[in-house]
């Protein structure tokens, strides 16, 4: 038997306005299926779809796995989304890495990797 990725699930605690603002930064459709979920549809060959999932609680803690991201241009992608409502967030950085990490609005990291040469 051969496992299939299929889709990110992702818990939130407003998952309708989570998964607008993850749809406006990565430019993907959204809609809500049959259960109420938040689905972006990826683009062919951009990966999965991404589903969005509320739940009662808060994000407390740092997260186990989160999503890196490479852009053309990193300054303008992470003044992008910084306008957009990401935050800085600091997960014990030098400052000599290549990456940038932020928060979504409600606390979940990720990061924008420098561009490739």
Do not use: Y
Request: charge should be negative; glycine fraction near 8%.
């Amino acid at each position: 038997m051969a496992l299939k990725f299929d889709e990110i699930c992702i818990d939130a605690h407003d998952a309708t306005a989570l998964g607008a603002w993850w749809s406006e930064v990565l430019g993907w459709p959204h809609d809500v299926d049959d259960d109420g979920d938040v689905v972006l549809h990826a683009p062919p060959g951009a990966g999965v779809n991404w589903i969005f999932i509320s739940v009662p609680d808060d994000k407390v803690v740092k997260n186990r796995i989160h999503l890196d991201f490479r852009p053309d241009d990193q300054q303008t992608e992470v003044d992008r989304v910084l306008a957009m409502g990401a935050r800085r967030v600091d997960i014990g950085q030098t400052g000599d890495e290549s990456w940038v990490v932020l928060a979504d609005p409600e606390g979940n990291e990720f990061c924008i990797l420098a561009a490739e040469d």
